[in-house]
């Protein structure tokens, strides 16, 4: 592989760092926004975390920027440099009232042995005792359980905010608040782990049981990008009817919906870590003929124009973003 091949593939802000940072949890997420745009937005400080075993979701990261250009034309909420994103089409409130409730307060979490049924007994007890929490829920996963009070659009939903600080200020006896590190969290549970026949990250358990990291090859991504134009639905629709396409012409391929993100990609086969060696920079020959196969990313259903490399000839024309490994989410 020559250097021109490799540099598409690895970004030059990134390829010489090491495989398990190029490719840790999903590139392709802020693919678009780090190939242009460096890595800014991607080092960006995250929210401090809870007190130590009291997380068990994480945070969706917002997808932001400006705009990119795509078959010659601006597409909302990917970042350009210097150029102003488009207005969003629909407002807050449309997006809001099409999205189904995926997000709650976190009122208390469990992660040892049993935690299913720990977590309905202090449901009960939380009801029984705070009446403001009436209605509260749980979630599981098989990482543990969460308590959760309210059903949200988002972190950024005002009646979220509003519940948030309500249940913070509880206080029998005004001085200690027994929820006063309460936070927002998207409220999964198992069946959210598993939205799709064609599930990327079932697939990996399932053809490479206890191996990690597992690889895939991602050959297209949709988005909303933060311009309201897409709900979440609508997102994962596209990316499964492009992954029935793809199985019909009998490509493996696997999807996997980010529900933080809004964000669904589709990828083509699972692998173990001979798909790339770091040493050689070389990629399995499997991988090779993937690169073949998919040599331009597909987003939103068109192909993604990146600028051309700092230090290139004047004038040199965008090129399509090439398809890109990555890491199996976990």
């Known amino acids: 592989m020559n250097d021109s091949t490799r540099n598409q593939r690895f970004p030059k802000t990134i390829r010489h760092l090491p495989l398990w940072l190029v490719q840790r949890g999903i590139f392709s997420a802020v693919a678009a926004c780090m190939i242009v745009t460096g890595w800014a937005q991607a080092q ?19 997808v932001d920027g400006n705009a990119i250009e795509q078959r010659g034309r601006t597409v909302p909420g990917v970042g350009i440099p210097g150029r102003a994103a488009k207005p969003a089409k629909a407002s807050e409130a449309a997006r809001a009232a099409a999205e189904p409730a995926r997000w709650g307060v976190v009122l208390v979490t469990f992660a040892d042995d049993g935690h299913q049924q720990m977590a309905k007994a202090a449901c009960e007890r939380m009801t029984e005792t705070y009446p403001a929490l009436k209605g509260c829920y749980v979630r599981s996963t098989d990482r543990g359980s969460v308590v959760f009070f309210g059903q949200f659009n988002g972190p950024k939903d005002d009646d979220a905010r509003t519940a948030l600080e309500m249940v913070k200020s509880i206080s029998p006896d005004g001085r200690v608040r027994p929820f006063g590190r309460a936070y927002l969290s998207r409220a999964t549970s198992s069946s959210d782990q598993s939205r799709s026949a064609h599930d990327l990250r079932a697939a990996a358990r399932r053809k490479l049981p206890g191996v990690a990291p597992v690889f895939t090859f991602q050959v297209a991504m949709w988005s909303d990008f933060d311009s309201k134009t897409l709900t979440q639905d609508e997102i994962e629709q596209r990316a499964e009817d492009h992954c029935r396409s793809l199985r019909g012409r009998g490509v493996e391929a696997y999807v996997h919906h980010d529900l933080d993100k809004h964000m669904s990609i589709v990828t083509v086969g699972v692998f173990d870590s001979t798909a790339y060696d770091p040493r050689s920079t070389l990629f399995s020959p499997a991988v090779e003929k993937l690169f073949k196969q998919f040599p331009v990313m597909q987003v939103n259903g068109e192909q993604l124009l990146v600028p051309p490399p700092k230090g290139a000839a004047p004038g040199t024309p965008p090129a399509p973003q090439t398809c890109v490994l990555i890491e199996v989410p976990k």
């Open 44 to 62: 960006a400080p995250k929210p401090s975390p809870p007190p130590a075993g009291q997380e068990l979701m994480e945070p969706g990261d917002e």
